[in-house]
Every structure is written in structure tokens, then in C-alpha cells.
């Protein structure tokens, strides 16, 4: 009689093993558990953090500095990308960071802080990268009023668009500069993508919404894309946003987070003519900004009207070894043939060689105002 088999035993699964340490898989609720633990020690962290920056608001305040130090901010904020090990990205420590460091500074001081509006243009997103979503941001509806605010003390610090790589000069802004004693106490150049936005398809859009700056940045692109579409100025990029989101034929150009706020999908990303576009806005107070090391400084001057005065003046700058970064031109409004030239050098006004230069040509010109000295600042975003 034939022995009867035993069925083969059945093989257990080998135990699934982490790469790194070659132990078994923790468990999904183990896992989380994991997190839990971690972010109750974020939490004991950033408030301990708080609790410092406490400390420092109140030093400050006894010993009449500045609460806001937008350079050791700044620095703060790049420390932490640069000790980034991974594996989030540099944009999202930077992120963190920037509300990490704004919640703290609320913590010593509410700011107010006034910036074109309405919420979602890239004036707002501007006022964000540099305060952060924990300082009171207040739109307002021209630039001229941003000036206003802060001028009257109704705000401590003003965010405006200075000038586009693609368009030049923001000319209200410098005509405000011309008519108010605000200062500039900081900088912020920030990376420009505009969006087509939209309900509908992008090969049936027939009427294109936006302001006349990103237009005028996306004309390119619009041309060769959509050369049958009616183009529709608005007030702003919000304004565009809201025209477009209840017409299926018709769509915006705005930010991706205008987008994303009201509900509106993007269509196409990134139509800028120019990939490398940035709008330097200015940080405008009534303080002054301390020398951090890497610094420019603004003038503004009124030269007289006769041969050789502008190229005298440039030599100043020249003789004092200051190295030019930014020079306009603007008509004085009233005063037809008269113009005041915005200037930019390398350097805090603080500085030996720029004391020299600023000195000798006030001598020489007819009108001479400094508009501050600031960080210079890397473009972000």
C-alpha cells in the first residue's frame, strides 16, 4: 500500500523589511503614532520659540530698536534652507519659516502693513514672502494710498511694485516717491508667472481678462496662442479672475493662487514672453534700515538742465568707486522739462564712500533726497 503524501507545507510570507535598517515594517498605526509624537514636539518647539522672540520684542522695546529686522529675518529663514538635509524641498522649509518667523514677530508686535490690492495679486503675494499671513495685510486701492497709510502712521510698512524686467519703472510709485517722505527699508524681487485661467477650453477662449502689466508680459504668447481673442483690461488680476470665472469662453491671465482661491483652473501655466520675469517691489516705512553688509541705497536728484550736469553728477559715483545698479528718469509733474532721476548704488548710506558721494552731490544738484538704504535681496518665488 502506497505511503500517503503529506501536502507540502505552506510558506509563511517573509516579513516585509525597511530598507534602511533591515527590520521589519512598522505598522501603519505605528507609523502615525510616530508623527504624533513629532508634531507634539514641533508644537513644544515653535512655542518655545515664541517665548523667546518674546524676549527679544521686549529688549528690543526697552532699549527703542525696531521690532521688525527684515535682514535677520531674512537671515533666519536662509540658515534654515541652508540646513536643510531633505527630504522636503528648499521651497517648502522656506515656506515654514516664513510663517514660523511671522507668527513669532505677532507674538512681540502686531504689524499693519498695507499693500495694493485686492487679495491675490501679486502685490499681495509679495506682502506674504515678505511678512508672512500673521501680519495684518491691508489692500488698498492704489498706490498712492499705500504711500497714504504708511505716511499717517495707519500702517508700519508698505509693500509696491518698483520696476518689471520686462516692463521698466512702475511710474505711479516713483511719482509717488516724488511727493512723500516715506522711506525704502527693504526690497523684494519676486519671480512673476502669470497663468491662463479659466471654466472652459483653452482652444474656445474668446475673451482674455487682466491688467495691463501682465498683459503686456504674456503679449507673446497671447499672440501666437490665441490671436483671435478679444483682450479686456481690469483694474487688477482679481478683477480679471472675477470676470472670467462664470464665462466658459472667456478667461484671465493671473497667479496660479488667484486660481486656486477662486476656483478657476489653469488652463496654461507659465505664458510669461520672459521666463526669467521679476517684479521688484519696495518696502516703504518712515524707519531706516541698519547696515547689514550687503546693502544698496536709493537716491533721488534733480540735476540742472544744462550740457555735461547729468555725466558731472555719474562721475561722483565713479570717483567714489560706488557701482550703479539703477537709473531712471521721470518728468516732475508740473514742471515741463524738469526731471528727477531715481538711483541706485551698491552700498549703505552709512558707508565712508557713499557719505562722499552723497555729500558732493548735493553740492551740485538742485534737489537731493535719500530714499533709504536696504538689503539686497536674491529673487524668490
Known amino acids: 500500500m502506497a505511503k500517503r503524501r503529506k501536502p507540502p507545507a505552506r510558506s509563511k510570507p517573509a516579513p516585509q523589511s525597511s530598507p534602511a535598517d533591515g527590520q521589519p515594517a512598522r505598522s501603519l498605526s505605528d507609523l502615525r503614532s510616530d508623527l504624533d509624537a513629532v508634531d507634539r514636539e514641533i508644537i513644544a518647539a515653535i512655542n518655545r520659540r515664541a517665548a523667546i522672540a518674546l524676549q527679544i520684542g521686549q529688549k528690543k522695546q526697552g532699549d527703542s530698536q525696531a521690532i521688525f529686522d527684515p535682514q535677520r529675518e531674512a537671515q533666519v529663514v536662509e540658515q534654515a534652507v541652508a540646513n536643510n538635509p531633505g527630504p522636503l524641498g528648499d521651497d517648502a522649509v522656506r515656506a515654514v519659516f516664513r510663517e514660523l518667523v511671522s507668527g513669532s514677530r505677532a507674538v512681540q508686535t502686531p504689524l499693519r502693513i498695507a499693500y495694493l490690492g485686492p487679495e491675490f495679486t501679486f502685490s499681495h503675494l509679495a506682502a506674504i514672502e515678505r511678512f508672512g499671513h500673521s501680519a495684518e495685510l491691508v489692500p488698498v486701492g492704489t498706490i498712492a494710498a499705500v504711500f497714504e497709510e504708511v505716511e499717517r502712521g495707519q500702517a508700519k510698512f508698505g509693500v509696491v511694485p518698483m520696476e518689471n524686467s520686462t516692463d521698466g519703472r512702475v511710474s505711479d510709485t516713483l511719482d509717488c516717491f516724488s511727493r512723500s517722505h516715506v522711506r525704502i527699508c527693504g526690497e523684494l524681487p519676486l519671480r512673476i508667472h502669470h497663468c491662463l485661467l479659466g471654466t472652459g477650453k483653452r482652444d474656445e477662449v474668446f475673451r482674455i481678462y487682466s491688467k ?170
Request: with cysteine; hydrophobic share 40%; charged share 20%.
Open 212 to 381: 495691463t502689466q501682465p498683459l503686456s508680459q504674456c503679449r507673446n504668447w497671447i499672440a501666437r496662442h490665441l490671436p483671435r481673442a478679444d483682450i479686456r483690461e481690469t483694474a487688477s488680476t482679481t478683477d480679471a479672475v472675477n470676470a472670467a470665472k462664470n464665462d466658459p469662453y472667456a478667461a484671465a491671465v493671473a497667479s496660479a493662487q488667484a486660481g486656486v482661491n477662486y476656483g478657476l483652473p489653469v488652463l496654461a501655466p507659465n505664458i510669461e514672453d520672459n521666463s526669467d520675469n521679476v517684479t521688484r517691489f519696495a518696502v516703504i516705512s518712515t524707519e531706516t534700515s541698519p547696515p547689514s553688509g550687503h546693502d544698496k541705497t536709493a537716491l533721488m536728484v534733480e540735476i540742472a538742465h544744462q550740457p555735461g550736469a547729468l555725466a558731472d553728477a555719474m562721475s561722483i559715483f565713479k570717483r567714489n568707486r560706488l557701482n550703479m545698479t539703477w537709473i531712471e528718469s521721470f518728468p516732475i509733474p508740473g514742471a515741463r522739462g524738469r526731471y528727477l532721476f531715481f538711483i541706485e548704488f551698491v552700498g549703505h548710506e552709512q558707508d565712508r564712500p557713499a557719505r562722499r558721494a552723497i555729500e558732493t552731490l548735493a553740492k551740485n544738484a538742485l534737489r537731493l533726497e535719500v530714499l533709504g538704504s536696504y538689503a539686497q535681496t536674491e529673487p524668490v518665488g
